[in-house]
């Protein structure tokens, strides 16, 4: 391979980053971004070849878009979305006195209070067991000897079942003051220090993650391409949880628009999906997923449909994955503990680095990184601090540093690398293949692995987000400069022009450009009411997760479709041209009217010389701009149509109206109902509703007032559903003719839960919503992998905002395993149907955290696996028909309990509760 | 008082950037943090002060830039001239190096703009902040010899250098140097000229010796800036060459090869290829002992084995007499073929099939076995798939047939890339497959192994 044997003449210090007169800040490549674009002076005279090359724009011409914004490509989800969350809900929102210097206080205090206002029984509930047996609350008399109780029911009287927590303004007795002033001091340390720290350290970590979520680095977008030049599929997560996979045919075309062929495939993991990988190498196309705690691989066959090979559990956390331009089926995969392997399904795990600590200085981040380069036995390992080449069969200490957040590439204080890709390409006249992107929150390097710490390329970026999706794609034309995508995760997205074959340094060969992201799409909506615009706002607010683009084949003009997804999990999609540059009368002409007669040609721009001097926002209109066309128009039309009728998401939290001093006054067996009440709510992940906790207890009526009429049915009704018959009442005025409707949407619900349990089927996008009581697909049935992964998806998780999902999960973990077997056929979800086969009510079921075979694609809790990156043939070959892993899930299958005679159908198990739950923040 | 209230304002401020560095828990900067605290505080209330707008105008600038809108960008940045009044010296500082860059990209893409539009702003940026002299003077220089305009870049950096402002700190002086040395490299262009020059024409001894005089000027100002910013740690590719041709043009041999060697051996700078390049060019136009020529390559070898004159290194080793460098030979090219670069490189190939069979002659199996060991997982893979048969085929035959030979040597005769281009070479090229094939049959390493 060629080395470019005149590199830019730059300094070399090592030290610390930020070393603010490190003289490498001075120099070209490092201080002014947009000189770069000036060529290294060559060792010939430049006078005699002065470089008068014909700029970028007229060479090649400039890219334009279709459309001023990304257009919908697949309809939305039928999941909502609820907006992420943001520094306004985690900051303490005083005015600051210095407004900029920046100060983020975390506001506990006000989160706290909310959250003992909300969930009082849940703080004071342990303390309160403890001292239950000091106090009567009006059980039968109780004493013990050498204890003194006092009396509550005074107390309790009160109150009075009233719970003014919920009120600020209740009022209150003197016993209750009394009490509230003595007990206080006592139960608000207990609170605040346990609590307290617990819930700052969340937030912190709330705030952590909402400034830098490392989680999505690399995206989660990918492009398989077909048999055909034609077809392809995207992969990319979907539903709430984002625990869906899906491979979407599309079709390319050379002049339209790209089409979505058919509905997708989908694939239901336990975990949700954060980055994907794909990649052909001689003709086998595989598909690489990272999972919170898990990676696997599918491949894709000839015909398109995905095969999966093998799952890899990982205990601390899996930060990246990246598959091997070289071998085909050969990964990097990266865990929070340190550790950097190389996994092949064939050839199963190879440990080529593990160390806790960051390569050139410490740092807490236990982010780790790893991909390819050149050579394929050699790896790029990276953390925040650096980058360095390891050899896979060399000891797992030695290689060099490629890179190092240092003086020598001039970084500044506080910079730390963000992402680091391998840009190897296929044809070597373009670009050098020996060359790495390494981005970092200022700035992207190029770096070229034969001259390590030195950037050949240093491009201030200026995104206002993290940079954590990139892409290299081939160049338009020969010869032409190769587009560098680089995308942040609040969706900016920048195009750099890289040029420089491979005896030449890379460099920009024009200056860069801004993409329009999501949020530009706005205009070409119709325009809704507030509360609709809001939430189309929000929803194209939403994070950059995923970029792709793709070279149609056969192109007249050289043409890319840039495929976006974000995080409320839609894909937008654009088309960009190569258009030679016709249509800059602005710049030719420009450029000549130093020298020649342009003038009168152009008595617009003429203007523009004279008013330079006044700053007009609306001066010079972009001659090529696009507009909205009715097609686009049309098509942004119709997704927000669907988009509206997505049923809105839950609000994430309201009080609740019920009081957990009803549970205590509760006979045994109805204990039994309510524990299974709260455990269905919960599986459901709606809110909990009194009639899951059976009938109110009988209180008395309000004092009988005079009738207004003969047939007071306000009364009556009052009446009714003061004892809890509200409903009953309703129906007999309805004539009974009308099934209780909310018993019915509750049906529905329920049929569209069990009927996407199906790992591996191709229904229509929006069968989630509208076919419900379909047939399970053949493949449903028959395939033994699909049946494995039916339990391996939670439902529960799709309705639950994204924000508990990980205390439900916790808490669920401690649970007794769910009865997923009755959930594998709509009818028996029926909630009116109550003839269970009782004959099997003996069969225990396996609690599924206790059984490590049981271990599925990507559960949230991983059996304890002694080795970072354990490689369970047991747990992890799940797809294989092994006949002892199957008879597991039959066992659990077949366990169906027996159901309580309640409307609301409990999935629980009969094991008792062994943690008290914990809903909330 | 000013100074005062600045030192007032720069505590205040590096407090809180102490408690930023608190709040977002590690000790990254992340420089969007400001704008999440920015929305959390300024929700509700309307008022924006001088340092938003200013910030404001700074992103609009920055957008027009990068929607090419140059016409837009240069009538925002007139509106950024605002931030040079702001109250603290630093972010008037941070102000003016903005201006510059922005100013100097606009400039540079701007259709209207000239050079000496470029030239009147950078004379103007120039003498606005003491600190900022050099800097734009080297940009500025850089961007006249862009445009082709020499003499003016010298005369620019000629100012720079005799610039004088009180003490200058330590990477003013090395930005000094810089400076000096690229007019060292101007001079070495001038030197470079004069020389075609004086070959071209034929003059009598008076002009020729007074052309040689005004010559050997230009040489000594190049050299002695040159001479300096070599000292220094860095990569100085222009630098080094110019310099040594012109050492090498007056005859001072030691010297240039003392400049190469530090250049390429001393630890503090970076490990450049080119450093070693260059030094082996020299030695062998110097026509240094082969010994020597080896062991500069050998480092080389061992940075960058994927460099491509390790196949000129290749033949050096056949030719020499040493048994080692025989062996090292085969390594070298096995250490070629490791490159995804050089995977269709069929001049490696053709090396590499000729020599197997050598060596296979000579019978130094052990060799072969101990390059093949650390490969035998993944070249099969990497190189002798079957795929990559069918495509080597199609695309390229020679290259498909030296592969296929070196495949069948590795791997044996069942081995899919040679079965199938022998296969498919039959009916073409019956002969030569017919010899290949009765080689492999006698020499492979696999039946070798087992004899």
Redesign the interface.
Known sequence: ?????????????PGPPGLS???GS???PA?????Q????????????N???EASYVTKWG?WRSDSPGPLPFLRPGADPWDSEL???DL???G??R?????????DVIDQLNQFLRDHGDIAFGPLGKLLQENFNLGEPKKSRKGRTVMNAERLLQDLGGHQPKGCPWAHLSTRQRRFSLLGGTVLGEEVEGLLGGLLHEEL?GR??E???DEASTGGALGWVPGAKPHVGQLVYPAGRAYDQLNFQKVKLSPTSEPQALGDPTRILLRGPVRQVVTRTV??EALVAVRSDHHCAVWKISRQGHPEPLQVLGMEKGATGISLS????GELAVCSRSGAVCLWSPQ?GLQQIHKDPETLVFK???SWRWADFT????MLTVAD?TGVRLTDV?GPSDCGELLFRVGA?ASC?????ILLAQYL?TSS?LSL???LHLICT??SLYLLDE?????PMMKWTH?L???PLLAQLLPPPRPGAPLPLLLGGL?GHL?MLHLSGG?SRSPQLAA????LPSLGDSLPGFPVLEPHGQQLLQERLKAPLTGLTAVVPPRCPSPTMLLFQLSAAGDVFYQRLWLQPDTTST???S??D??SSTDHADDPELDS??QT??????D??P?PGAASWNPRAVACCRRWLKTLLQVPQALPSWTPPTFSQRYLRWLKDEDKGKVREGLRAAMTEGRLLQQGDLGPLPPSEPPPAHEPFGPEDKLTERLEASWEGKGAIWWDSQQGGSQVPRKRQSREKRRTQLSSSFSSVRTTSDFSDVDGHHEAPSPLHRTSEASQSLELSQEPWARSVPRERRQTLRDYLAVLPPLDSGSRSTPQSQNPSSQNFPTSEQGRCSVPRSQNPRTQTLLSPHPGSSSAPCTQNPNSQSLFSPDPGFSSVFHSQNSSIQSLPSRHTPSLAGSQPLKKKPRMGF | MDAFSEELMRSVEEDDQEKASVGCGPEIHLPWLSQHIQNTVSHGHKGINFAQTTSICLNFIQEALLKHQWQQASEFLQCYFQALEDFNSQKRQVALQNIWKLGSAILYHHPKSSVETFSAFADRMKNIGVQNYLKISLQHALYLLHKGMVEEAYRNLNQAESWRYGEMSASQEKLIKLIQAYRGLLDYYTWSKKRTELSKFDMDGFATSAATQDMHSYFRQASVNLHEIIKIPGVWDPFVKSYVEMLEFYGDQDGARQVLTDYAYDNNFPSNPNAHVYLYKFLKKEKAPEDKLISVLKILHQIVPSHKIMLEFHMLLRKSKKEEHHKLGLEVLFAVLDFSGCIENITAWRYFAKYLKQIMMEKHLDWVQEGWSSRKDWWPTFHFSYYLAKKNWKENKILALEKAFTSGILLGKGCKYFMYVSKQGHKVQEKSIKTMKKFVMKHNILDSKEL
């Open positions: 391979m060629d080395f470019p044997d005149d590199l830019f003449p730059t300094f070399f210090l007169d490190s003289p001075y120099l070209a201080w002014s971004d947009y000189m674009l000036l060529k290294p002076p060559q060792t010939q005279d430049p006078s005699v002065p470089q008068h400039r943001t520094s306004r900051l303490f929102r005015r600051l210095h407004p900029f210097g920046a100060k983020a206080t975390i912190e705030w952590k909402l400034l830098l001689q003709e331009p070289h071998l085909p050839n740092d807490p981040s050149a050579h394929p036995r925040r069969r020598e500044q204080r506080g910079e730390r190897g070597p050098s293949p020996t929150q200022f034969r001259l390590p710490l030195v200026a206002m987000s993290p609040g920048r491979s200056p860069p450009q801004s602005n710049a030719d420009l450029q009217s130093n523009h010389d330079s001097a006044l700053p007009s926002l001066a010079a972009d």
